[in-house]
């Protein structure tokens, strides 16, 4: 992967695993000395405490970047219900739009790089007047997608591989995320995938995969 200025994280569906992906490239890149500003602008289903919503995967990605930017820069929209951003901040009277959204997503002058993970699936809901497709073509940032490593990879990354494109945002690359402790007997998708797509593929598995990461970025 050529260098890069900056990186959105989109997923084929929720529960990819896009927050552990984004929190190995963020260690990575921390790594080779690079400066990582890390913008997860809206997280769903925070939980409250003392009084305040704490969005788990911001966090995580925060102190994987070294904690030099408040989780509020990091995380401006944490939302209670864990629905769509747009539904749950509904039901907490707000209503959230891309171009607010946009303004969190500056990258600030003491950073190198600037990753942004995305909530949910590439074409799911992120504002009342956006989708994560939209925010990442008005970034205009490379798009890194991850797909779970399971029955269905295929379909899932050659339908968000043609999103992307379609959009004429550049990809990336694919990361195929084993979330689950046993895979089918037989599967490959990677090589499989290799057949269809001239995309870079990368594979790790859910507990591990950060050499690799540092070696493929």
């Known amino acids: 992967m050529p260098e890069l200025p900056g990186l959105f994280i989109t997923a084929s569906d929720t529960g990819a695993g896009k927050t552990y992906v984004a929190t190995r490239m963020v260690e990575a890149l921390t790594k080779q000395g690079r400066r990582v500003a890390v913008r997860k602008p809206v997280e769903s289903g925070c939980e409250e405490i003392d009084g305040q919503l704490m969005p788990l995967d911001a966090q995580?990605?925060?102190?994987?970047?070294?904690?030099?930017?408040?989780?509020?820069?990091?995380?401006?929209?944490?939302?209670?219900?864990?629905?769509?951003?747009?539904?749950?901040?509904?039901?907490?009277?707000?209503?959230?739009?891309?171009?607010?959204?946009?303004?969190?997503?500056?990258?600030?002058?003491?950073?190198?790089?600037?990753?942004?993970?995305?909530?949910?699936?590439?074409?799911?809901?992120?504002?009342?007047?956006?989708?994560?497709?939209?925010?990442?073509?008005?970034?205009?940032?490379?798009?890194?997608?991850?797909?779970?490593?399971?029955?269905g990879a295929i379909n899932q990354a050659l339908l968000g591989i043609h999103a992307i494109t379609h959009r004429g945002l550049c990809l990336a690359g694919v990361v195929l995320n084993q979330c689950d402790a046993v895979r089918p007997r037989g599967m490959d998708n990677y090589a499989d995938l290799r057949l269809w797509t001239g995309a870079p593929i990368m594979r790790i598995k859910n507990d591990g995969g950060v050499e690799a990461l540092l070696n493929w970025l």
């Open 60 to 151: 995580t990605l925060r102190l994987a970047a070294g904690a030099w930017e408040p989780l509020a820069s990091v995380c401006p929209n944490p939302l209670h219900a864990p629905l769509s951003p747009p539904r749950a901040a509904r039901f907490m009277k707000r209503k959230l739009f891309l171009a607010d959204i946009l303004i969190s997503c500056t990258k600030p002058q003491q950073a190198d790089f600037l990753l942004v993970e995305g909530a949910g699936g590439f074409f799911a809901p992120i504002a009342e007047d956006a989708l994560n497709a939209d925010l990442a073509a008005a970034l205009g940032l490379p798009v890194l997608l991850v797909v779970p490593d399971r029955l």
